[in-house]
């Protein structure tokens, strides 16, 4: 059985994570004010609808684009070097140091204990229409899974296949794939959790929410 | 074909390369070929590519530019300033015939050649209906039929007989009128009719079916043209406009299930070899000088393909123009002389021409000799609807001989992982020989031995459309 015990104490050992925040797309780029030591935020507010503090400024065709933090964090480096410079899609600009949230701890934990689906090969995955439609409704833990039932649509070089869930039957408790996004094989898709393991679930999220505190 | 005193102009120049695999390849040995500089670009998941290679081993200072998107026109536009290019090839795909990007290129603040044809001709062409009403105008053929929306019953009543009666001129048993409606794609609202006494209530039906899908009640009416070949034109024509000329004909019939060409042949017939039902060589001499009648008409001034339809009675009909270098130039430049002198490289005609240097050479100049194709070799299964295969490719070699050219991306002998994000062609194989038999004995050749290998995810072996081409190199320009 699941021993949360051990390993919330393992993220607890080590409780950071590093961020390198790259230039998005090429352009010019100019730091903001920041220098190692500094504390920046990340997205506010309730729909976290308020962006982080500003790093940069990448200007393209005339255009300043903010480059912002994109969590809670201490600056560890910044490449001031480049201030100034053209810079191409991908170069690294700032490194954060950031201290896990109960989010993070909770979703790392997770993933641990989830039964994980795996993505076959390197591609687009899309819910077939009817568990789309009943995640939109509600929630992705209103749909519950069987083995060998019809759950994806893999799509590669504009070709579609059905793809079907394999594993124990359970609900679908986390989704890790974003619509449109790449993902390469072995990625994983959804995070099934058996009825039956429902309320250990719950009682690690009770116990995240209320050991790890959030600086 | 270039004079030395024109090549110190071109080398002012620098040409954003803005494509990537097989044709950025292509660009940049032109450019080297012509001593000009270039600026290549690729994204996170093109890292392996082999233009990316190319680009690192030969290019020089500022070569090399890792962006977000090929799709995006702000990253192409700010790489360009930054590495100092003064034009830009498009390749084929991606923005190769936006004429929008063009214009933006032509008319930005620091403004840059567009190696293609002039953003008005490209909008000029880019629209079908507007190239059929052009060519309508210029007495070229097209596929019988309405070139614009029809709103009226009795006006859809009479195209449609005059086609139905058309087709019967024409010896055809079965005649068939396609209705199409004229706001819809993707297949949505076409139906066929193969009975007169049956088009008023076909003509209503998807009327009224493109009135509540598209709010758009008009409709086209054309021929339906099951049994025909696909030939095509390749012109070639300086920034005046004034003297385009061809480099032949080629025939481009062997396609996949989903209308994708597979095999290409230049020329587009040969009749002194096949037995046609119809003059062949009255077919092609007709398609050239009506694709020339229209590059004049419109003033063309770079390269660019007519597209033909030429049905089993010999009849041929424009179908389209691409106003850009197409996959298959390759073909016509391996069968062409310009004075005499083979080599021709009609990328470097087109950056060369592209950039402003005038032709320096006419028809009379050019001429044909032998027979060329092109096989693409693509990761796909031919049995399987053609889908395509992704996976690691571990081996991939071939016998190499004179008369093989081998345009390709992917490395020989190292893992390459293909890239789910692009399309799947593999290379292209041009095989030239001096007649049809040659080319053929020759094209099996290199098929036999080429060593294609490798496995997906789940230890499945690599599927190549191999099979395929072998089995359609028989066939290559019967009809």
Known sequence: MLNISQLLDEIKASPYREIVVVAPHTGKITFAEIAPGDRVHGPQGQWKELPGDRLATLERERNPKPVCAPENGEISLVHKELNGCFVEAGTPLVVLRHMLTRDEVQRTILQKTLHLFLAPERAKYYFTPEADKKIRSSDAHSVTVRDGMELFIMSRMKREVPLHYTGPDGVIYEVYFKYNENLDAGAPLIGVCPQAHLHVIHDMIIRVQTEWTET | MSTTQSDDTLRKHKILVANRGEIAIRIMRACKKLGIPYTAVYTAEDAASGHVRLARAEGGEKSLFRVSSYHDANELMCVADDASCTAVHPGYGFFAEDFRFARRVAKRDRKMIFIGPSWKIIRELGDKINTKRLARSLEVPTVPGSDRPIYDEMEAERIAKTIF??????????????????????????????????????????????????????VLIEQRIMDFNHLEVQIVSDRTGKNPVHFGTRNCSIQSTGLQKRIEVAPGFTPEVINYSFDAQKVLDDIVAYSLKMARSVGYDNVGTWEWIVTRQGAPYLMEVNTRIQVENGVSARIAKIRGQDGVDLIAEQIRTGLGEHLGYTQDDISFEGVSIEYRLIAEDPENNFTPWVGQIECFEWEKAPWLTMLTHVPERLPYEIPTEFDPNLALAIVYGKDIRQTRERGIAFLDSLCLTGKDNRGNGLKSNEAFLKANTERILHF
């Open chain 2, 165 to 218: 009666e058309f087709q019967q001129q024409q010896g055809i048993r079965h005649p068939l009128v396609l209705v199409k409606a004229s706001a819809g794609g993707g297949g949505m609202g076409i139906e066929e009719v193969y009975d007169p006494d049956q088009f008023r209530s076909v003509y209503r039906r998807v009327r009224n079916y493109a009135l509540r899908q598209f709010k758009d009640e008009g």
